[in-house]
């Protein structure tokens, strides 16, 4: 059992910078594959980022691509979410959530475990 605790969200002008925390329980962090996923009322969720097990392969929505930076520190059991150059549409609840499989997943039912979310606001 993974238990997932995002913090770091809030209120930011466009342009601005956030950093996303997602703190786990477990001793099997390192053996779980971690992804951000964000939604927005009436929308179904959506992919963001995400990183194996060991660190490689992250992978990035386009839509974030050269602005966000996921890396994960296993030994604090954390995965993070650097967020530059933000934008308005950038607005949404964001979640993390863990797989027990070595490679990232851009589909949601794919992920064992979720955390409850932190809201970012993006203004304009």
């Known amino acids: 059992q993974v238990q997932l605790v995002e913090s770091g969200g809030g209120l930011v002008q466009a342009g601005g910078s956030l950093r996303l925390s997602c703190a786990a329980s477990?001793?099997?962090?390192?053996?779980?594959?971690m992804a951000w996923f964000r939604q927005i009322p009436g929308k179904e969720r959506e992919f963001v980022s995400g990183?194996?097990?060991?660190?490689?392969?992250?992978t990035y929505a386009d839509s974030v691509k050269g602005r966000f930076t996921i890396s994960r520190d296993n030994a604090k059991r954390t995965v993070y979410l650097q967020m530059n150059s933000l934008k308005p549409e950038d607005t949404a609840v964001y979640s993390c959530?863990?797989?027990?499989?070595?490679?990232?997943?851009?589909?949601?039912?794919?992920?064992?475990?979720w955390g409850q979310g932190t809201q970012v606001t993006v203004s304009s």
């Open positions: 959530a863990a797989r027990s499989n070595a490679y990232v997943s851009m589909l949601p039912a794919e992920y064992d475990y």
């Open positions: 477990g001793r099997t962090f390192n053996l779980y594959t």
């Open positions: 990183i194996s097990w060991g660190g490689g392969m992250p």
